[in-house]
């Protein structure tokens, strides 16, 4: 989800530059009326719009790429020339303003998409070195049963298969209109940047992660069980973002509705999965925490709700984390890893083959952020953030209790984000005066948005939550 502002004035409220007449209204009006139809921009695949300016012929194309940014980076040229069109009508500089603005904002945007290729590759080196150190931790635990999954070529595999598959549908969310609605509050350069931007991502990478995870790993009713409660989300993402594209809003799927549904997938899979046979020794039991010291806690009847809800919790956290170029998606593969390794030293029941599920996951989160990384050419959506949720909170889930707390370590910065929406809403509706308007503790919720507006670029705010 991508909150945003609300784009200026429309194309015919703004005055006529000196010289032109109405019959002409030029290049700023052009490039407005471009940008003012944001759900258009992702749908022109080498095609050239021209205008007569003065004698001038003034052309444009947009050109769709598999693994490039020219959908993206098209729009940010465009709307900093607006910008720069709107500061030369007011006096401030006029054309020589207007193309200084215009080689500024280029340069800005090639170096922010070098920054965001550069983090995306940086994060791809590290987990495919930290895969390598599990595959290693699997042929050293030693058994038949050890030595069957290859996890480098399942994480390989699946961020190949990933990729292909995003950069195959990415047509056709295109010709499908697929673009991002943004919603109106937020910070106002998203609605340029962002606005229009094929979404529903996650519709490619999911099914490519879970059916790679049940190739590569070994037969187990628990990661089937842990591939449907992924796939119901992944089912509900889409709902809410096609409602969002038939609406023409953000809103969708009424969020008690969305929860209830969450509810019951996560209430389904804990029981499915208590009902399988328990595994050996006890002290693994998945109602089991281990304690520091060699203690162990039993948790008995509230291991379910609990389990219900890190599922739900993991999901939404995702999901609001899911705002800015690059950051749902590269902290999912940090997240996964890591608990793809809790698994493998912990020893904890269907080890193995959750390990597996969650490398092939992370390996297809990596292969989407090859086109979603900045300046997107695609978003996930929730079809994507609300899977991948979905499938960190089961996994652990599924490896027993004695996992959660290695989760909340994993994905503490997910939680903060969700905790920072919470404290944000709580605190603006406990100092609501009588004209209905309460204070506020950030800037803007989530967090990442509060720093946007504080000044931090967007790349650096994506690689410093990496760090985290």
């Known amino acids: 989800m991508l909150p945003t502002g609300q784009l200026g004035p429309s194309p015919r409220a703004l005055p006529a530059p000196q010289g032109r007449t109405s019959r002409s209204p030029g290049r700023c009006a052009g490039i407005t009326r471009a940008v003012s139809r944001p759900s258009e921009l992702c749908c022109l695949s080498h095609k050239a719009i021209s205008k007569k300016d003065g004698g001038r012929w003034l052309g444009w194309s947009v050109s769709l790429h598999f693994y490039g940014s020219e959908v993206k980076r098209g729009v940010v040229r ?29 340069k800005s945007a090639d170096g922010e998409a070098t920054g965001g290729k550069t983090v995306a590759v940086w994060l791809g080196g590290w987990s495919m070195v930290m895969v390598m150190v599990m595959q290693a931790l699997v042929v050293r ?24 598959c995003t950069a195959g549908l990415l047509p056709l969310l295109c010709a499908l209109k697929a673009g991002q609605v943004v919603r109106k509050e937020g910070p106002g350069r998203h609605v340029l940047e962002k606005a229009g931007t094929p979404t529903m991502g996650g519709v490619g990478f999911v099914p490519a992660g879970v059916l790679l995870a049940l190739l590569f790993s070994p037969p187990d009713p628990a990661l089937t069980a842990v591939a449907g409660v992924t796939l119901g989300a992944w089912a509900l993402g889409a ?14 799927v009424p969020p008690r509705v969305k929860l209830l549904v969450q509810l019951a997938l996560a209430s389904a899979f804990t029981t499915a999965l208590l009902a399988l046979p328990a595994p050996i020794p006890p002290a693994l039991s ?23 809800f890190v599922i739900t919790a993991e999901s939404n956290a995702v999901n609001l984390t899911d705002g800015l170029d690059g950051l749902a998606a590269g902290t999912s593969v940090a997240a996964l890893v890591g608990l793809a390794g809790v698994l493998l030293l912990m020893q904890t029941p269907h080890a193995l083959a959750l390990a597996t599920f969650c490398i092939c996951m992370a390996g297809a989160a990596l292969g989407f952020l090859t086109l979603n990384h900045h300046p997107a050419s695609v978003f996930m959506g929730d079809t994507g953030s609300l899977a991948i949720g979905a499938a960190l909170g089961a996994s652990a889930v599924a490896g027993g209790a004695s996992v959660l707390p290695p989760l909340l370590l994993l994905t503490t910065l997910q939680a903060a984000e969700a905790v920072s929406v919470i404290l944000q809403v709580s605190y603006f509706k406990a100092t609501k005066s009588k004209d209905g308007v309460g204070r506020r503790i950030f800037r803007m919720a989530p967090f990442h948005h509060h720093l946007e507006l504080s000044g931090w670029p967007e790349v650096k705010v994506v690689h410093h939550f990496y760090l985290w």
């Open 78 to 106: 465009r709307a900093r020339r607006l910008v720069g069109c709107r500061d030369a009508r007011a006096g401030q500089g006029g054309a020589a303003g207007s193309v200084e603005v215009e080689k500024r904002g280029d």
């Open 141 to 164: 635990q030693g058994g038949a049963e050890w030595k069957r999954p290859l996890l480098a070529v399942a994480f390989l595999a699946s961020m190949l298969a990933s990729a292909v």
């Open 239 to 252: 709902w809410d973002d096609v409602m969002c594209m038939v609406q023409q809003s953000s809103s969708g």
């Open 286 to 308: 998945l109602d089991t925490l281990l304690l520091p010291g060699g203690g162990r806690l039993i948790l008995g009847v509230l291991f379910s709700p609990l389990a219900v």
